[in-house]
């Protein structure tokens, strides 16, 4: 376990037993982050060495948040100072116009919280050595540029840089409906949609912030930076040293294959022999190029893609599952498309776009009326549309997932549900929870239960308002209430799911067909349901994700809520403004079912597909007898999947195989990734295979005092790095300044075929 040498008052503080420590504390407090005599724990200041790591195997998943991180807090040190909100608010600007941008690129990437982190960190110290610190100048600069301050920065800008769910479905009706929204109404539908799910969060903390099991392991990288980069000692010395090596060599490396080398994104020695000749040979080891193949034993050298997969921090259990899950996906998903299931075998092997009966786009704009709804006389001479057999059963692996994880949670998590839910325990804003981190948050004001209420209620009326537009509702008044408390009781299951493996169950489907049967006929409403009955839930994870890392880091609560309001709206205004300059500048190439290697409409025209399909189309497509009725039942079917394995565990003998093996499998997560691989590039997952076992199996049990020390480190320092570079890239080469500069092309950057060499994507 990894312990702290310090002197004084400090220590002794340390040890009181719990009930003197909490009393002398409310004493004490005078407001929420500075406390008068209150003796000062020096946490940049603690000597940290090699021997105080051990060499203990970690044995459960969730104990990295007690042997990595470190529980130590200093209460007088300043969170909200000028270098904070100035810091906060710029990199919220600065990451927000980022991630729209990303989400119109054909590789999936995203702004991750450790590149706002390094930014943070450069910006803060530089602040603190070039400013002055006498006299009026040290409310400018009161210090060292400290760990909460960086963290409350830290939950800002990345809290702006989640993109909305509804800027997505704002830029599909302006691309595909011709529907442009006031910019007012647009930017308070964004933020509104956003803060009903920070509302549903903060009821849910007494289940999945504050106990030790929700530990959200794609966030211990980024506390151990943190502590690494502010605590002292000769430890954090060589991790601090370490760090900057590690991120200066992806840094160095990353732009290699992302422009002038693509072929290293994804390399294919099958993808090389064929050279582009067969369909087949594409469509299973193709991986390079967006919407190319599914990337069997295709490997990545890059970051940007490897990262996807979590390798360095996923628990090995949520990793397994997830390959269990792909290698089942590579057998579905081939015998499904070469055996026409769906009738997709003449149409393109792997695309989100919907396609006519004779296999070219679907013109959907001939069969609706000037009210965007269906006209059936039209709709009698074009016919149904169709998904490529790929999609279709990519959406169908979803439902799967999601019924599996709401009795996976009863069956296997039953107890803490009952304790978080039990006497309406969740209610109250103080909690009895035994977890090192959480009992020193205990000197903090707690943020009310009545607080994230009234935001929620507050929030749903917004929303309500906001969807009245020039006249005519974009989505009834009781349909917003409706699915949001549909996806408010969802998020319990999924963000428990979340919480414990890592992994984020997706809902958007379910609702979609849900949407479907509630409002046929009416593709605009059924694309609107995803601002409440998915992006309600998909926020709720995000706000209990900061949360938990408010309480790694020790920040008073209620600061914490204010730094994700202010994220909140700057990264509104952004989204929709830099929205809005990227659909006027690239149409064509968003809309196209491929798209380009530089812009993509993937994301926006998964939403479109599924509002054509589902609004006007419901009843024809996916009631019972229709093509696609499995994927409105595969939802039930789910339901079954943890089943066998609960049973078996049950009926086992304590020690036997069955009874050690069978709660390890997750059947939500494998459920998912057999659906997980028709969407952009996959050459990066046998990479994420290697990198996995390496890290979470070998490091963990072989090297574990090197495991402890570094290993989430070398995660925060590549994911740092390769962010840095593809920014950089994005703006100097990649067109997101409006001018794309190409690499010429040669063997390693092939013009007429895939990256990989494999035939290019969109021939069937």
Known sequence: MLTHRFTGTAAAASEL????????????????????????????SLEVTDEDVDDTVIKKDEDVAIEVISTQDDPTMPVFTFRTIFLGIGLSAFTSVLATIYTFKPQNASVSQLFCLIIAYVLGTGMHSLLPSRGLWRYLNPGPFNVKEHTAIVIMSSTASNVAVAMEVIAAIELFYDIKLNPALAIFQIFGSQMLGYGVAGILRTLLVYPTYAFYPSYISVVNLLQSLHFGGVLNHKKRRYFWIVFAAIFCWEWIPQYPFPLLTAFSIICLADNGRHKFVRNLFGAGSSNEGIGLFSFSTSWTLITQGQPLVWPLRTQVNSYIGIALGYIVLTTSYYNNVFGGRDILWMSQALFGQDGKSYNQSAILTPENTLDQSKFESVGLPRYTTTYAISQMCYNFSLGAAIVHVFLWHWPELRQAFGSMRFLRSEQEIDDPHYIEMKKYKEVPQWWYGLLFFVSLGVAIGCS????????????????????????????????????????????????????????????????????????????????????????????????????????????????????????????????????????????????????????????????YQLISFAFFIGLLFPLPFWIAYKLAKKDSLVARYAPFFNTPIIALYMGYLPYSVNGQWWSCLVIGLASQWWARTRRPKWFKKYNYLTSAALDGGSQVILFILSFAVFGASGNEVSFPTWWGNPATLGADRCMEPGTV
């Open 468 to 627: 009245y537009n020039k006249g005519s509702w974009l989505l009834p008044w009781w349909s917003v209430i409706l699915f949001t408390f549909l996806s408010a009781i969802i998020s319990i299951f999924i963000g428990f799911i979340s919480a414990t493996t890592g992994f984020n169950i997706q809902i958007k489907h379910i609702m979609r067909i849900l949407s479907a049967f509630v409002h046929p006929g009416k593709p605009i409403a059924v694309m609107y349901v995803n601002l409440y009955g998915y992006s309600t839930a998909y926020q709720t994870l995000y706000m209990l994700q900061d949360l938990k890392l408010g309480q790694y880091t020790k920040i008073p609560p209620r600061l914490t809520f204010v730094a994700q309001m202010a994220g909140s709206i700057v990264g509104s205004i952004f989204n929709y403004t830099m929205m809005h300059t990227i659909v006027m500048n690239n149409r064509d190439a968003l809309i196209d079912p491929v798209g380009t290697r530089v812009w993509s409409g993937w994301i926006i025209q998964s939403y479109n597909s599924a509002s054509v399909a589902m609004g006007a189309f419901g009843k024809e497509l996916f009631t019972v007898g229709k093509p």
């Open 17 to 44: 037993p719990r009930s003197e420590s909490l009393s002398s504390t409310e004493e004490q407090l005078q407001d929420d982050s500075l406390h008068d005599g209150k003796e000062k724990v020096d946490v940049e």
